[in-house]
């Protein structure tokens, strides 16, 4: 089984009696669609119950931001176990540490499949070792309020609200511009944006990342409309410039071109 975009799949399932094997194609932005239609072909190829799902991702380019969601509420299979071919594949996947279905990332296949089998407890769980450490450190320089995010992170709410309070506490009673390095950035919780867009007191905010950064800052403006001046910029250095010239502020400059999820 295959899904097409024109003549190239975009990928194959494959059934293996006590696991099923999905493989995505090389270069392919994964996208919502994608994963509705996986979810419903691994559905379809077990009728008499739920089964383990070994999903390669190879050299897979991106997932954006509604698949990431999508994903993270499926529950088409008893266990996923997820293969990569290096480091990219472990940061690109994760934002799975919140799946509802028991999930691990693995870069042996055999180890993969031991452990959708219930023959050995392998694999790192996506489960983020520990919820207690928030991933950033905030400091204020030369009145910038300067966040610095884990690389490859996945923004829950409760690290939204820590970095919120920890704002707050490097100028009492101020709203100071804010420099956000987000680092190869994975994802943020819903209830992540809500509490950025409602409860984050700053004058603005300059976001500074790759361009898998720029589509989540770029989705964040357009849906979530934050009430500060907000835009994206490739180096902290044009960011810091923007915030401390005085160009913070609403208008046509204010902008990029934004590209929601899913698109």
């Known amino acids: 089984m295959a899904g097409d975009a024109g003549e190239q799949p975009r990928f194959t399932l494959t059934d293996d009696?006590?696991?099923?094997?999905?493989?995505?194609?090389?270069?392919?932005?994964?996208?919502a669609s994608d994963v509705r239609e996986t979810m419903a072909a691994v559905t379809a190829a077990s009728p008499h119950g739920k089964r383990p799902l070994l999903?390669?991702?190879?050299?897979?380019?991106?997932?954006?931001?509604?698949?990431?969601?999508?994903?993270?509420?499926?529950?088409?299979?008893?266990?996923?176990?997820?293969?990569?071919?290096?480091?990219?594949?472990?940061v690109l996947t994760a934002f799975n540490y919140r799946s509802v279905t028991p999930s691990r990332f693995f870069t042996d296949e055999s180890d993969?499949?031991?452990?959708?089998?219930?023959?050995?407890?392998?694999g790192d769980t996506t489960s983020r070792a520990s919820e207690e450490a928030n991933p950033f450190c905030a400091q204020l320089e030369g009145g910038v309020a300067v966040v610095r995010w884990e690389h490859g992170v996945s923004v829950s709410t409760a690290a939204a609200e820590a970095l919120v309070a920890?704002?707050?506490?490097?100028?009492?009673?101020?709203?100071?511009?804010?420099?956000?390095?987000?680092n190869s950035m994975v994802s943020l919780t819903p209830g992540a944006f809500e509490v950025f867009a409602h409860r984050l007191s700053v004058s603005a905010l300059?976001?500074?990342?790759?361009?898998?950064?720029?589509?989540?800052?770029?989705?964040?403006?357009?849906?979530?409309?934050?009430?500060?001046?907000?835009?994206?910029?490739?180096?902290?250095?044009?960011?810091?410039?923007?915030?401390?010239?005085?160009?913070?502020?609403?208008?046509?400059q204010d902008s990029w071109p934004v590209r929601p999820p899913g698109r």
């Open 17 to 31: 009696g006590d696991v099923l094997r999905l493989a995505w194609a090389a270069g392919v932005t994964i996208e």
């Open 166 to 182: 920890g704002v707050a506490a490097l100028a009492p009673g101020e709203r100071p511009p804010m420099l956000a390095l987000n």
């Open 206 to 252: 300059a976001i500074v990342g790759a361009e898998g950064d720029s589509v989540i800052a770029a989705y964040y403006k357009q849906k979530h409309k934050p009430p500060y001046p907000t835009r994206f910029f490739g180096t902290a250095a044009e960011g810091r410039t923007w915030l401390l010239q005085g160009r913070a502020r609403p208008g046509p």
């Open 112 to 122: 993969a499949i031991a452990w959708l089998t219930g023959r050995a407890d392998a």
């Open 55 to 90: 999903v390669s991702i190879g050299l897979v380019d991106a997932i954006s931001l509604e698949a990431r969601h999508l994903l993270i509420e499926d529950t088409c299979s008893l266990r996923t176990g997820v293969v990569g071919v290096d480091e990219v594949g472990r």
